[in-house]
């Protein structure tokens, strides 16, 4: 017989949206439970954080440890599982986890994050964070003073992390498959064309990423020659192919979807179409900046619109105090 338990609120997700929630439920004094298979989402996996207030230079695994301390002490239960399956069955939401267990929540926030598409080739996990990357506005600046940098995409993203790592690394090459760039921005094209230091190798793949362990990544070998060599030494490669939100567990809910982005469509407070359900950080079109800060906002705005819908819930009404004003601290 699967555990069957209770809940004013499920998490879903173990990133920086999700612990940032937790935080805020616990101190609602919510009863809440988080559920995800894997610790510390993309911030985890994503090398040196350099741009998140207040902690200095820190190792992104470390600062999602920090997160974790800190909802640990209010003593939130974790369970290390994903969610398969989430409906609504009553007044509650009933949602299974992969290990067969159930969570019968009066609400759900959602912060599964997105999956990056990748290249698919040999080393490109062992070497993430150690010379490949997936986000330029977060490392470009590490770049700063080195030889060589190489971007592969071709749409607004990929362009856009062209152009910001050339103000940091002397040279910057831009791979891109297909015969032409994938409709950027026309703005970003006529800053491209003026960014001398970048090179724009079109009708070009990524063959193989070159390296070692130790080393990280160290340059590219290209399906197309570029200036005689199929060799590019490189100091680190950006993969900008974009990422796909995590949908499942949205359209199982019933969740809207912004047709523009294919995210779950929150509004200000984070909440979805769906009574009692929200959605915080890069699963959502809350905001265009993907970042670790950005997700810890939602999910504590994503709390606040939790908490103050499970007050106001009828299974609570008449057992709790008043609910809490939107913007309380
Ligand atoms: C390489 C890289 C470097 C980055 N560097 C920086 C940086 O320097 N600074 C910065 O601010 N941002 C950086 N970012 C962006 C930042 O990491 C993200 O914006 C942030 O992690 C988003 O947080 P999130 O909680 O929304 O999602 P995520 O961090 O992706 O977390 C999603 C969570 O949901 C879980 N999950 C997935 N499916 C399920 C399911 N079915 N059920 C339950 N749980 C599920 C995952 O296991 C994970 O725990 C970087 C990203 C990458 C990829």
């Known amino acids: 017989?699967?555990?069957?338990?209770?809940?004013?609120?499920?998490?879903a997700g173990q990133g920086a949206a999700a612990f940032a929630s937790a935080l805020y439920a616990a101190r609602y004094q919510m009863d809440l439970v988080i559920a995800a298979e894997q610790f510390g989402g993309e911030t985890a996996i994503g090398g040196m954080i350099e741009n998140y207030p207040g902690t200095g230079d820190i190792d992104g695994?470390?600062?999602?440890?920090?997160?974790?301390?800190?909802v640990d002490k209010l003593e939130v239960p974790t369970l290390n599982s994903n969610v398969v399956k989430a409906t609504k069955?009553?007044?509650?939401?009933?949602?299974?986890?992969?290990?067969?267990?159930?969570v019968n929540a009066l609400s759900v926030i959602l912060a599964v994050g997105r999956e990056r598409r990748k290249l698919e080739l040999p080393h490109e996990d062992e070497w993430t964070g150690n010379g490949v990357s997936y986000c330029s506005t977060c490392d470009a600046p590490l770049y700063r003073n080195k030889k060589s940098?190489?971007?592969?995409?071709?749409?607004?993203?990929?362009?856009?992390?062209a152009i910001l790592l050339a103000k940091y690394a002397e040279t910057v090459y831009l791979v891109y498959r297909g015969a032409k760039l994938f409709r950027p921005e026309p703005i970003l094209l006529k800053v491209l064309d003026k960014t001398d230091n970048v090179k724009v190798l079109l009708e070009t793949e990524v063959a193989e990423l070159l390296g070692?362990?130790?080393a990280g990544l160290t340059g590219i070998r290209l399906t197309k020659p570029f200036e005689?060599?199929?060799e590019?030494?490189?100091?680190?490669?950006?993969?900008?192919?974009?990422?796909?939100?995590?949908?499942?567990?949205?359209?199982?809910l019933g969740l809207e979807i912004n047709p523009d982005t294919d995210e779950v469509h929150v509004d200000r407070m984070q909440k979805t179409n769906v009574p009692g359900v929200y959605a915080a950080g890069d699963l959502t079109d809350g905001t265009d900046l993907k970042q670790t800060i950005t997700a810890a906002?939602?999910?504590?705005?994503?709390?606040?619109?939790?908490?103050?819908?499970?007050?106001?819930?009828?299974?609570?009404?008449?057992e709790e105090a008043e609910p809490v004003a939107a913007g309380a601290d």
């Open 149 to 161: 940098a190489g971007v592969v995409g071709g749409g607004n993203a990929a362009v856009e992390g």
């Open 232 to 252: 590019l030494t490189l100091d680190g490669l950006f993969i900008e192919a974009g990422a796909d939100p995590r949908l499942d567990v949205p359209n199982q």
């Open 89 to 102: 069955d009553g007044d509650r939401f009933r949602v299974e986890l992969e290990d067969g267990s159930v």
């Open 1 to 11: 017989m699967s555990e069957v338990r209770e809940a004013d609120l499920l998490i």
């Open 297 to 318: 906002s939602q999910g504590a705005i994503s709390a606040l619109s939790a908490y103050t819908y499970v007050m106001e819930h009828p299974s609570k009404l008449g």
């Open 212 to 214: 070692s362990d130790e």
């Open 61 to 70: 695994f470390e600062l999602m440890m920090k997160f974790k301390e800190q």
């Open 228 to 230: 005689g060599t199929d």
